[in-house]
Nanobody, 121 residues
């Protein structure tokens, strides 16, 4: 059984910072891309940032220069450092991992439970 567990969300003032973490655990053979998505009330879920196993990254335009995604392959963990936060960053943030579970013959997507990020004064 594979699980993705997120941590690090919360309430922060505009201009502040937060760091999200997500650890994949369980019977994992290999992890391909890991990423962070977010969903604000009344909006569709969107990709915020993603990172491949080799370290290549991509970001949605609205967070470029403010957010940084990184990963520790030895710990099966992905991070999202969020700086200069804005009210429009308020959303539930979800961790995603495309991985191959032990005993499985194909890669599939797994999701975390979501963590709330609220940017407000």
């Amino acid at each position: 059984q594979v699980q993705l567990v997120e941590s690090g969300g919360g309430l922060v003032q505009p201009g502040g910072s937060l760091r999200l973490s997500c650890e994949a655990s369980g019977s994992i053979f290999s992890i391909n891309t890991m990423g962070w998505y977010r969903q604000a009330p009344g909006k569709q879920r969107e990709l915020v940032a993603a990172i491949t196993s080799g370290g290549s990254t991509n970001y949605v335009d609205s967070v470029k220069g403010r957010f940084t995604i990184s990963r520790d392959n030895a710990k099966n963990t992905v991070y999202l450092q969020m700086n200069s936060l804005k009210p429009e960053d308020t959303a539930v943030y979800y961790c995603n991992a495309n991985l191959l579970g032990s005993g499985s013959g194909y890669y599939r997507d797994y999701w975390g439970q979501g963590t709330q990020v609220t940017v407000s004064s």
